[in-house]
């Protein structure tokens, strides 16, 4: 037996077989960013993953996995992501000029708990060549053990710049950089912004050997606006969406969730 082949078992959970993509839905704000609206309480938030039950995944923060853990449970649920990452980067409660990372589980505990993947996050960029260092090794090293374990690891690439530097959300240079070294860090997955244009997410695509799901941001003000983003990205070559907030804050999550459904895997829907 190999362990190469629990990771293509888990990634044919995120992907769809027909379509080919994946629609991820991010529910782990909290840790970072502590309640926002479609997760205020326990009770909302056992509402809103029932209500996104038909997402090809999910991912939980480790302490939410126990309180949520049913709506993972029997077939045709959701594969289940675990963020295993906090960071202080972006947050507007008590910022900081320049954040840091820090692990919330091993990769072997989110296996034993039922992981089909983690998520982590690699910031370059930082002031001090120090701390992006680090954080190199420390994807690589996380990398290593998905490896060994058969765990499906995505990446979210971001600038450590972008309370600063929030033009470094569109520069080309600064996303295709990030992405490319998820990537070759061994990412299955890369996660990213929306660079602002198709152009732009067809030159992320083309420069990721892996593929390329765009996360989407704040929820944006006008939901068609958010639509047509996740439209062009689909045919500009990302493989599929991470999104969060315009999905539980919607004001009706189960339509949301199928709206995006049809974008990212159109007939195979």
């Known amino acids: 037996m190999d362990s190469r082949t629990g990771k293509r078992i888990r990634l044919a959970r995120l992907f769809n077989q027909k379509s080919g993509n994946a629609l991820l839905v991010a529910y782990s704000h909290g840790v970072v960013m502590g309640p926002l609206p479609g997760m205020m309480t326990l009770a909302e938030m056992d509402a809103a993953c029932a209500a996104m039950s038909e997402v090809d ?35 507007e409660v008590l910022p900081y000029d320049h954040g840091g990372t820090a692990a919330l589980a091993s990769v072997e505990q989110a296996l034993a708990a039922g992981a089909d993947g983690i998520m982590t996050y690699l910031y370059v960029g930082h002031p001090d060549a120090e701390v992006e260092k680090l954080e190199i090794e420390r994807n690589a090293r996380i990398a290593r053990e998905c490896e060994r374990l058969g765990v499906v690891l995505m990446v979210e690439a971001l600038s450590a710049r972008l309370r600063r ?16 070294i998820a990537a070759e860090l061994g990412a299955d997955i890369v996660k990213a912004f929306y660079p602002g244009s198709l152009a732009k997410v067809t030159e992320m695509a083309r420069t990721c050997p892996v593929p390329l799901l765009l996360a989407g941001g704040a929820k944006a003000a006008n939901p068609e606006e958010a639509y047509g983003n996740a439209s062009d990205a689909i045919r500009a070559g990302a493989r599929g969406l991470v999104f969060g907030r315009n999905i539980f804050e919607a004001v009706d999550v189960r339509a949301t969730v199928r709206r995006y459904r049809e974008i990212v895997h159109g007939d195979a829907a």
């Not at 480790?62 to 972006?90: C, K, N, W």
């Open 165 to 180: 530097h929030p033009e470094d959300r569109t520069d080309i240079a600064v996303q295709t950089l990030g992405c490319r």
């Open 57 to 91: 995944g999910l991912m939980v923060s480790p302490g939410m996995l126990t309180h949520l853990e049913a709506h993972f449970i029997g077939r045709h649920r959701p594969a289940l992501m675990v963020h295993m990452d906090y960071q202080s980067y972006v947050r």
